[in-house]
């Protein structure tokens, strides 16, 4: 073969799209319930943004980044995340503006890109639906945000799932804490993982959520970023735990959570699951607050909170859980032809069951009767109309149930008529009922 997909992405053949599309409209149907709006923006933005953005440090921008320079030497990037791009936009459209509703909800979804090595629910280019919300330093955005990512799996009935969260606190406390916590790790500099050693100074919350074992056994019992917080986010964080026990949301703690990406401050969660289809503890949802991140890109100071939802791994939770997705397409009619005679009005036919608004499919690859049959049994068809030279003669054509094998005759005038639907809609539930 000559061509081959890159490394790292993956073709999304009908069987698989059916699942996507279906997973996606029932998230949108819930986003639209909590008043979420959908925003589409590019692919690909300023290299700057997102370096500015999700921060130099993180692994993401220095190790992770699609980055290139285009024909006019511009230096861009495929967007790793979305959050970048929305506060771009927000700033650039001004939707910080009186005119726009407060708080700013808005969704997107679409394809993201990271330099990573591929395995099962890691990919290069990968897929994300994500909720940003702006102009809010209330904790209940906070808890109506997290609250609504837990309904999202649940919507899809998934079990075996956590809500961890923690509170990095503003930037003065987060600064005392890196302090500390440098002066914790240093004397165990040494023993630390290649990784961690290097962050240490660059970024030494990231030690905290180190996927070394070594590492992991020596941050338990590090200082706790909650003892550094001051008032206001101390109050922040026990207003959102109020109000999560008020809605009956589990949750736990987990001090040395920190996120991947630099922005965040307060409140930062992760959705966590231990579904036996992954390895141990596979975050599927993460994000948090970013009350400094409009600022950063040019705006005026605005609150945010947003999470994404990596959707590679939500399927494959429900295709482990052996989920029923619903088929999105389900065949009304299909129309057999015989002979070549009668081509034109097979078309005809078609075109006049699409316009009454029915799932309709004909032949055209001048199949025997015999596997046209099979063909439309195949494809699940409610109805078969079978079109002949007699057919065509007589401008009649039989109307067939597969399910009970029942049929009727019905003029093309009336499938061609202005009522057909109706006629349609009758003439099946007369066939179902018949003996
Ligand atoms: P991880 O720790 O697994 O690398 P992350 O912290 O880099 O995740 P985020 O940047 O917070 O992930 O992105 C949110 C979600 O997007 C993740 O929880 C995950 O479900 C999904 N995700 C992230 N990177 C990938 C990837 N390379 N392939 C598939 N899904 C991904
Ligand atoms: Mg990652």
Not at 45 to 62: H, K, M, N, W, Y
Not at 126 to 135: A, L, M, N, P, S
Request: glycine content about 8%; some cysteine; proline content about 4%.
């Amino acid at each position: 073969m000559k061509y081959q997909k890159i490394r790292g992405t993956a073709d999304f053949l009908p069987d698989e799209t059916n699942k996507w599309q279906y997973v996606e409209n029932k998230i949108k149907d819930l986003l639209k319930q909590y008043y979420y709006q959908e925003i589409r923006l590019p692919i690909f933005e300023q290299f700057e943004l997102f370096a500015r953005g999700v921060g130099e440090t993180s692994d993401i921008v220095s190790k992770e980044m699609y980055e290139f320079y285009d024909k006019g030497d511009r230096h861009l990037a495929l967007r790793p995340e979305g959050t970048a791009g929305v506060v771009r936009a927000y700033v650039e459209n001004k939707i910080y503006g009186p005119e726009y509703h407060k708080p700013v909800k808005y969704y997107y979804e679409g394809p993201m890109f990271r330099f990573e090595r591929p395995q099962s629910g890691r990919m290069r280019q990968f897929h994300q639906i994500g909720v940003e919300v702006y102009g809010s330093k209330n904790p209940a955005v906070d808890v109506e945000t997290m609250t609504l990512a837990m309904e999202i799996f649940k919507g899809f009935g998934i079990r075996n799932l956590s809500l961890v969260i923690n509170s990095l606190g503003n930037t003065e406390s987060r600064l005392a804490y890196r302090e500390a916590l440098i002066e914790f790790l240093t004397p165990h500099m040494d023993e630390l993982s290649e990784d961690s050693q290097e962050r240490l100074h660059k970024n030494p919350l990231r030690v905290l959520d180190s996927k070394d074992k070594r590492d992991q056994e020596i941050v338990k019992d590090a200082p706790s970023v909650l003892d550094y917080l001051d008032e206001e986010s101390k109050a922040h964080f026990e207003a959102v735990k109020e109000m999560l026990e008020l809605l009956e949301i589990p949750y736990e703690i987990d001090t040395n959570m920190v996120r991947g990406l630099d922005y965040y401050n307060d409140t930062i969660f992760e959705v966590i699951t231990n579904d036996p289809n992954f390895g141990a503890n596979t975050t599927i949802c993460a994000g948090g607050r970013y009350d400094q991140l409009v600022e950063e890109v040019g705006g005026p100071t605005t609150p945010g909170f947003g999470f994404a939802i990596g959707l590679e791994r939500l399927i494959m939770l429900l295709e482990g859980a052996d989920f029923d997705f619903p088929k999105l397409t389900q065949l009304d009619a299909f129309v057999v032809t015989i002979g070549d005679e009668v081509n034109s009005e097979a078309l005809k036919l078609v075109m006049a069951l699409r316009k009454h608004g029915l799932t309709a499919e004909r032949e055209f690859v001048g199949r025997k009767p015999g596997s046209q049959f099979k063909t439309a049994d195949r494809l699940n068809a409610k109805t078969v109309f079978t079109l002949g030279s007699q057919e065509l003669e007589d401008r009649k054509i039989n109307m067939k149930l597969l399910e009970t094998g029942k049929e009727v005759s019905l003029d093309f005038d009336t499938i061609y008529g202005d009522d057909f639907r109706k006629i349609y809609e009758e003439t099946l539930q007369k066939l179902a009922s018949e003996e």
